[in-house]
Nanobody
């Protein structure tokens, strides 16, 4: 089993920055993918940024140039540095882990960007 736990959400003014952190624990396979999705009120859950254990990254067009995903494979942690935040970035952010046959989600952390 694998568990993922996020931290680092909060309230920030537009133009500000936040850093999200996620830790995966349990039976972690050597090749995996971790990252972040977000869900705005009334909308579906959308991909924000993903990173494989080999360092390949994928970003949503809306966050390119403002968000940076990184990871620490030794500690099975992934981070999302969010800069130049916009009010439309207000959402619940979910950490995501995908192994060979397993997908796990964190409980979500609220990010609120005030205008």
């Amino acid at each position: 089993q694998v568990q993922v736990v996020e931290s680092g959400g909060g309230l920030v003014q537009a133009g500000g920055s936040l850093r999200l952190s996620c830790a995966a624990s349990g039976t972690i396979v050597s090749f995996n993918e971790m990252g972040w999705y977000r869900q705005r009120r009334g909308n579906q859950r959308d991909m924000v940024a993903l990173i494989t254990s080999r360092g390949a990254t994928n970003y949503a067009d809306s966050v390119k140039g403002r968000f940076t995903i990184s990871r620490d494979n030794d500690q099975n942690r992934v981070y999302l540095q969010m800069n130049s935040l916009k009010p439309e970035g207000t959402a619940i952010y979910f950490c995501y882990y995908r192994g060979a046959t397993l997908v796990r989600w964190g409980q979500g952390t609220q990010v609120t960007v005030s205008s």
